[in-house]
């Protein structure tokens, strides 16, 4: 029988555990062998912010520290080792080439995949996994999510499984902005984590608003 792999990919700028409770839902939800949470590499998308994402190895290690003793989470170093932008679909036709038989399920947020049909090769993306939106009740329009998927069904043919989540707010920027303001950042992120970014003093330095929810 063939394995079912998840991926949740972001920036994990820092990881928290907000990442963490929703890799665990859709790893139990959906009946998966492993959750493989992915730091992206050059996070092209975030350029715009005045002060630049942290460097791919200090996100790599965060998130490493972050999935230590969960025996259902691995850490993959794939995007971050690659030259130039991070994109989905190279990253995905490489885990089948590696890989045929395995089943890959790419988790993304509600606010996600309606910019879905946006990224690069889109087609390539829905034709080698399997969509799993994350998505709580009380915070997204259900109708556009709807709409969403139904698009994205019609023009590439997407396998999409809606996930729902719990009410758990938190968010890597609001991390940030603890760390600068020197506030604990205890029951919102692992121990390790938070260590890790005192140690190497990550996170002090002012930078513009950014209304991405990571």
Known sequence: MSEKIGILGGTFDPPHYGHLIMAQDALE????????????????????RKVKVSSAQDRLRMTQLAAE????????????L?????????????LKEASPETEYYYIVGADTIAAMHTWYHPEEIFDKCTVIVAARGDEVD????????????KAFHARILRLPVRNIEISST???????????????????????IREKRLYL?????????E
Do not use: I, W
Request: charged share 30%; with cysteine.
């Open 69 to 80: 003793g969960n025996p259902g989470f691995t850490v993959s170093d794939m995007e971050v």
């Open 205 to 213: 330095e002012e930078e513009t608003p950014d209304t991405s929810r």
């Open 142 to 153: 259900e109708g556009g999510v709807q709409k969403a998927v139904r698009g994205l069904e």
């Open 29 to 48: 939800a959906f009946g998966l062998d492993s959750v493989c949470l992915m730091p992206s590499g050059h996070s092209y998308f975030k350029d715009a």
């Open 82 to 94: 690659r030259p130039g932008n991070s994109y989905t679909c190279e990253t995905l036709a490489a």
């Open 174 to 196: 609001d991390l940030r902005e603890r760390v600068r303001e020197g506030k604990s950042l205890r029951y919102l992120a692992p121990p390790a984590v938070e260590a890790y």
